[in-house]
Nanobody, 125 residues
Framework: QVHLVESGGGSVQPGGSLSLSCAAT???????MGWFRQTPGKAREGVAS????????YYSSSVKGRFTISLDDAKKTLYLQMNSLKPEDTAMYYC???????????????????WGQGTQVTVSS
């Protein structure tokens, strides 16, 4: 079993940066870990994901070039560095784990097995 706790959310002005962290307990080797986000009334969407085994990363088109996902396997901590933030990045951000690592590229939400409680990111002037 994997337990996930996110931190690092907050409020920032457009163009600013934030860094999110997700501390994991339990095994993280050979997993896929990802960041998702959700706004009220909308479905949760995949933002970025990473294979723990070889650090291959995937990004949604809306964040590619602005966000960077990384994993410190020794610390069992997942990160999301968010730069050039836009108001449309405002959402609750969740980290999640896909035990089978089969849906990393597609970031298919329903196949991710464990989820954190979420951390709010607000981008506003």
């Amino acid at each position: 079993q994997v337990h996930l706790v996110e931190s690092g959310g907050g409020s920032v002005q457009p163009g600013g940066s934030l860094s999110l962290s997700c501390a994991a307990t339990g095994p993280t080797s050979n997993l896929c870990m990802g960041w998702f986000r959700q706004t009220p009334g909308k479905a949760r969407e995949g933002v970025a994901s990473i294979y723990a085994r070889d650090s291959t990363t995937y990004y949604s088109s809306s964040v590619k070039g602005r966000f960077t996902i990384s994993l410190d396997d020794a610390k069992k901590t997942l990160y999301l560095q968010m730069n050039s933030l836009k108001p449309e990045d405002t959402a609750m951000y969740y980290c999640a784990v896909d035990l089978g690592s089969r849906y990393c590229a597609t970031m298919t939400e329903r196949f991710f097995d464990y989820w954190g409680q979420g951390t709010q990111v607000t981008v506003s002037s």
